[in-house]
Nanobody, 126 residues
Framework: QVQLVESGGGLVQAGGSLRLSCAASGLTFSTYTMGWFRQAPGKDREFVAAISRSGGRSTYADSVKGRFTISRDNAKNTVYLQMNSLNPEDTAVYYC???????????????????WGQGTQVTVSS
């Protein structure tokens, strides 16, 4: 059974930082492109960041570029999202996603993930 379990969310003041983790089990982690999405109340789910199987490639939404960093540890079956300079617009439920891919690319269409985590709440106060 595949599981993606996020952790690290919480309440932080504007300008602060959080580090999200997503621990994967039940899959061959190194064969999956991994990513993070988020969904704010009343809004559609949106792409945040993705990282290739090897960790050598990454992509970011324009809204988080320069503030967020995605990374992975294939030995620990874990993907991370370091979030700095947080602002209230970053408030959302953050979801981990996995997409099996034979290519070492950092792309996950929102309808292309095979597995999703349950989400972790991030709240940024002003």
């Amino acid at each position: 059974q595949v599981q993606l379990v996020e952790s690290g969310g919480g309440l932080v003041q504007a300008g602060g930082s959080l580090r999200l983790s997503c621990a994967a089990s039940g899959l061959t982690f190194s064969t999956y492109t991994m990513g993070w999405f988020r969904q704010a109340p009343g809004k559609d789910r949106e792409f945040v960041a993705a990282i290739s199987r090897s960790g050598g490639r990454s992509t970011y939404a324009d809204s988080v570029k320069g503030r967020f960093t995605i990374s992975r540890d294939n030995a620990k079956n874990t993907v991370y999202l370091q979030m700095n300079s947080l602002n209230p617009e970053d408030t959302a439920v953050y979801y981990c996603a996995a997409r099996v891919d034979s290519r070492d690319i950092a792309t996950i269409p929102s309808n292309g993930a095979k597995y999703w985590g349950q989400g972790t709440q991030v709240t940024v106060s002003s």
